[in-house]
């Protein structure tokens, strides 16, 4: 079983989302340790990008914010290295193709495997052109993590058929951000992916309180919030892991409580 496998093992995953650098790289390293000792079962890491096209305001100003601070690709592998000598869940990182590309794809998944991240999400890479990027992932044992929206439709049989790591389903359509409600109907979508693989899949946009996390949990097999962390600690900046901690655990609370 992979590691990002046994992050659901038996269990609902819980899977927040914050961006390196923002507003340190110090607090994002105590952000990790503190959601991990609140009940985190895996997390997503986003490296910062000029042109986040997937994301609503709240994660685009957390990546303008690492940006300004000159956080680069090179600095959050150190910091992840540093994180593998005491954190255990998964670390899976959220970026664009161009942050790869850039990079240079073996060295950036060499560096991924050295420092222990475990999966990669690029939201811009189709399921068309994933190759390019998942078999030089493959070679290092990184999973590239596949996204199911509602708009894939014929598509999600193929894209679950093939999925590693865990599916990211999302929500609802348009970028990321805190919705009062979600609409989109998340059950089916979870239904026919199933029908097609027993890789895990965990929900994602719009979630931004316990009891929605909780609801999307029931229906799938994990919940994932972003927006309504990053404006967090956007709120309290270096004293954000402690509120961040807190906002986890009552998350964890209400998955037992549903």
Same mark, same amino acid.
């Given at each position: 079983?992979?590691?990002?496998?046994?992050?659901f093992?038996?269990?609902?995953?819980?899977?927040? %989302?914050i961006?390196?650098?923002?507003?340190?790289?110090?607090?994002?390293k105590?952000?990790?340790?503190?959601?991990e000792?609140?009940?985190?079962?895996?997390?997503?890491l986003?490296?910062p990008?000029?042109?986040?096209t997937?994301e609503g305001?709240?994660?685009?100003? =957390?990546?303008?914010?690492?940006?300004?601070?000159?956080?680069?690709t090179?600095?959050?592998?150190?910091?992840? =290295?540093?994180?593998r000598e005491?954190?255990?869940?998964p670390?899976?990182?959220?970026t664009y193709?161009n942050v790869?590309?850039?990079y240079?794809?073996d060295?950036?998944?060499a560096?991924?495997?050295?420092a222990?991240i475990?999966g990669i999400?690029?939201?811009?890479v189709?399921?068309?052109?994933?190759?390019e %990027?998942?078999?030089v992932a493959?070679?290092?044992?990184v999973?590239?993590i596949s996204?199911i929206?509602?708009?894939?439709?014929?598509?999600?049989?193929?894209?679950a058929k093939e999925?590693?790591g %865990?599916i990211?389903?999302?929500?609802?359509?348009?970028?990321t951000?805190?919705?009062?409600e979600?609409?989109?109907?998340?059950?089916?979508?979870?239904?026919?992916v199933r029908? +097609?693989?027993?890789?895990?899949?965990?929900?994602? %946009?719009?979630?931004? +309180?316990?009891?929605?996390? =909780?609801?999307?949990?029931?229906?799938?097999?994990?919940?994932?919030?972003?927006?309504a962390?990053?404006?967090?600690?956007?709120?309290y900046?270096?004293?954000s892991?402690?509120?961040?901690?807190?906002?986890?655990?009552?998350?964890?609370? =209400?998955?037992h409580a549903?």
């Amino acid at each position: 079983m992979s590691k990002i496998a046994e992050a659901f093992n038996n269990k609902k995953a819980f899977i927040p %989302f914050i961006t390196c650098g923002d507003p340190d790289l110090e607090t994002t390293k105590k952000l990790v340790i503190e959601m991990e000792a609140n009940g985190a079962d895996l997390i997503e890491l986003g490296i910062p990008f000029s042109d986040p096209t997937a994301e609503g305001p709240v994660i685009q100003g =957390a990546n303008i914010r690492a940006l300004l601070n000159g956080i680069t690709t090179d600095d959050i592998f150190g910091m992840v =290295a540093e994180l593998r000598e005491t954190v255990k869940i998964p670390l899976v990182f959220m970026t664009y193709a161009n942050v790869v590309f850039s990079y240079g794809k073996d060295r950036f998944f060499a560096n991924c495997k050295n420092a222990g991240i475990d999966g990669i999400i690029l939201p811009d890479v189709p399921f068309e052109e994933k190759a390019e %990027f998942e078999v030089v992932a493959m070679e290092y044992d990184v999973d590239f993590i596949s996204m199911i929206a509602p708009t894939s439709k014929e598509r999600i049989d193929m894209i679950a058929k093939e999925a590693k790591g %865990f599916i990211y389903v999302v929500s609802s359509l348009g970028v990321t951000g805190t919705r009062a409600e979600i609409n989109s109907n998340i059950k089916d979508l979870v239904e026919r992916v199933r029908k +097609n693989t027993d890789v895990p899949c965990a929900v994602g %946009f719009g979630i931004s +309180n316990p009891k929605q996390a =909780a609801t999307m949990a029931g229906i799938s097999d994990g919940a994932i919030v972003g927006s309504a962390i990053v404006r967090m600690i956007e709120k309290y900046g270096k004293d954000s892991p402690k509120e961040v901690g807190r906002f986890v655990k009552d998350i964890k609370e =209400a998955y037992h409580a549903s």
